[in-house]
C-alpha cells in the first residue's frame, strides 16, 4: 500500500487514512479499514497521561490513564473484548503507544474487565511444515506495550497469536486453518513452539493473565504433540495455558489437549431466525447450541469470540466474513444482547466480543465501508455491550 506523506508535529494530533486487508479464521475477515484513525505522534500527551518524546532522559508523569471500575476476580466472569492487531512496521514506538493508549480508554469505557489481544502469524500452504512472524505480525517488544497499559487500567489480559489464513484463499479452495495437514507434524509443532516462545516470556514478564497456545486447529486436536509444546510453554508461561476451539468441534464433546481450559469462538447458525427475531427467539437458539455440551449452567464454558455482521440474514451465518449485504445494524445489538442474557442466565465463563481492530479510532462513526463485523461507532452495539458488561454474577463451581 502506498502510504501518504504526513509531515510530523510534535505536539499534534495527525488524522490519515489506513486500508488494511486481512483474513482471519474459518470465518475469514477482509479488513477494509478505510475510515480516519487519529494518532498520537512522539511528543504529543497520550491517553494515559505520560509524556512520550524523542529521547530517554523525557519526562514522565504519574499515570492517570483509566482505571477499571470492577476488576475481575477468580469467581466472576470474563467480560472482554478481542483486540485484532496488524501491525504497521513503520509506526514508531511513541505512536503505537498511542494507539495502545486509545485501545486501552475504549475498552474500559464499554465496562470490560478483561481485554484478548489476537495477532497474525503465517504459514505458507495447508500442508507447510513451518510457520513464522511477518512485518504485520507485532513484536514482543509491542505487544508488552498493550500488556503494560491494560495492566495499568485493570484488566484481566489474554495473548492469543492466530493462523493467518489469506494464503489458503478460502473462499476459493475451502480450506482454512482447521483442515490444515502438515507434511512433517515433528517439524511443524517445532516451528511453532519456537514462534511462541518469545511472547510466551513477553506475556509471563508482563503480566498477563492466560496465553493461547492454539486456535480452531480442528484437523490437529488430537495430535499428542500438543502435550509436549504445552510441557514446553509451561517453562516460559506460569499463567493458564488455553485451547480455542471452532464452534462445531467445541459442541461435539471435551476435547483431549492437556490445557487449563477450553474456549470456543461461536459462530453458530440460527438459522431460523429472521432479521426481525425478537431477543427471545434469538435467546433460545443459543440455548439450542449450548445444550449439545448439556442444560443448566456452564461455567467452564468461555466464549472467546462472539461476532455477527450488522447486516440483513447475518444470524443464519454468523461467520460469513465474505458476503457483504444490506447494513442493518439491529441484527447485531440483538445478538449482543441475546447473548448476554444466556451468560446470565446460565452462569457461563464469560464472553468476549469480536471485533475491534487495534488500528482504528474507535470513537469515530461507521459508514458504507465499515466491516460489517466491527461493533465500534455502532452506537447500539455499543451498549447492549456495555450494559451486559454492567451486570455481574458469581460462577458456581465448574
Known amino acids: 500500500m502506498k502510504r501518504p506523506v504526513i ?4 505536539t499534534v494530533v495527525v488524522a490519515l487514512t489506513v486500508g488494511v486487508p486481512v483474513v ?9 479499514h478505510r475510515r480516519p484513525t487519529t494518532v498520537h505522534w512522539a511528543g504529543a500527551p497520550t491517553e494515559q497521561g505520560r509524556v512520550w518524546g524523542f529521547g530517554k532522559d523525557t519526562p514522565q508523569v504519574e499515570d ?3 482505571k477499571v471500575a470492577r476488576p475481575w476476580t477468580k469467581g466472576s466472569p470474563e467480560w472482554g473484548v478481542q483486540v485484532y492487531w496488524l501491525d504497521d512496521p513503520a509506526d ?6 498511542g494507539k495502545v493508549d486509545r485501545i486501552v480508554k475504549y475498552v474500559v469505557g464499554l465496562n470490560a474487565n478483561s481485554l484478548s489481544v489476537t495477532f497474525p ?3 505458507t500452504g495447508p500442508k507447510s511444515n513451518a510457520v513464522a512472524a511477518r512485518a504485520t505480525t507485532p513484536s514482543p517488544e509491542r505487544l508488552a506495550l498493550l500488556l503494560d497499559s491494560a495492566h495499568r487500567a485493570g484488566l484481566r489480559t489474554t495473548v492469543r497469536p492466530i493462523m493467518d489464513e489469506e494464503v489458503f484463499d478460502y473462499s476459493a479452495t475451502g ?10 507434524k515433528d517439524a511443524w509443532f517445532a516451528s511453532y513452539a519456537a514462534f511462541l516462545t518469545p511472547y510466551l516470556k513477553t506475556a509471563q514478564e508482563h503480566s498477563a493473565t492466560e496465553f493461547t497456545v492454539g486456535t480452531e486447529f480442528n484437523s490437529l486436536e488430537n495430535d499428542p504433540h500438543w502435550a509436549g509444546l504445552i510441557e514446553q510453554a509451561r517453562k ?3 499463567g493458564q495455558i488455553v485451547y480455542d476451539a471452532n464452534w462445531d468441534n467445541w459442541s461435539k464433546g471435551p476435547l483431549p489437549l492437556p490445557a487449563d481450559g477450553t474456549g470456543v469462538d461461536a459462530y453458530f447458525p440460527a438459522k431460523s431466525a429472521g432479521d426481525d427475531a425478537p431477543v427471545a427467539d434469538l435467546v433460545a437458539s443459543w440455548n439450542g447450541w449450548l445444550d449439545k455440551r448439556g442444560a443448566g449452567p456452564q461455567p467452564a464454558t468461555k466464549l472467546t469470540e462472539v461476532g455477527i455482521p450488522a447486516q440483513k440474514g447475518a444470524y443464519k451465518t454468523p461467520g460469513d466474513f465474505y458476503t457483504k449485504r444490506e447494513l442493518n445494524e439491529p441484527v447485531q445489538a440483538a445478538w449482543f444482547t441475546a447473548v448476554c442474557q444466556v451468560a ?6 464469560g464472553v468476549y466480543f469480536w471485533s475491534l481492530y487495534f488500528g482504528i479510532d474507535p470513537t469515530l462513526p461507521t459508514n458504507q465501508d465499515t466491516p460489517r463485523m466491527d461493533f465500534a461507532g455502532r452506537p447500539a452495539s455499543e451498549q447492549a455491550i456495555r450494559t451486559c458488561f454492567a451486570q455481574s454474577y458469581e460462577l458456581p463451581p465448574s
Open 92 to 97: 514508531p514506538e511513541s505512536f503505537v503507544q
Open 236 to 238: 516460559a508461561f506460569r
Open 175 to 184: 480450506v482454512w486453518r482447521g483442515n490444515i495437514a502438515p507434511a512433517d
Open 24 to 32: 482471519w479464521g474459518d470465518h475469514p475477515i477482509k479488513f477494509d
Open 344 to 349: 446470565q442466565e446460565r452462569k457461563l465463563g
Open 121 to 123: 502469524y503465517y504459514t
Open 7 to 10: 509531515f510530523i508535529l510534535p
Open 64 to 66: 492517570d490513564g483509566p
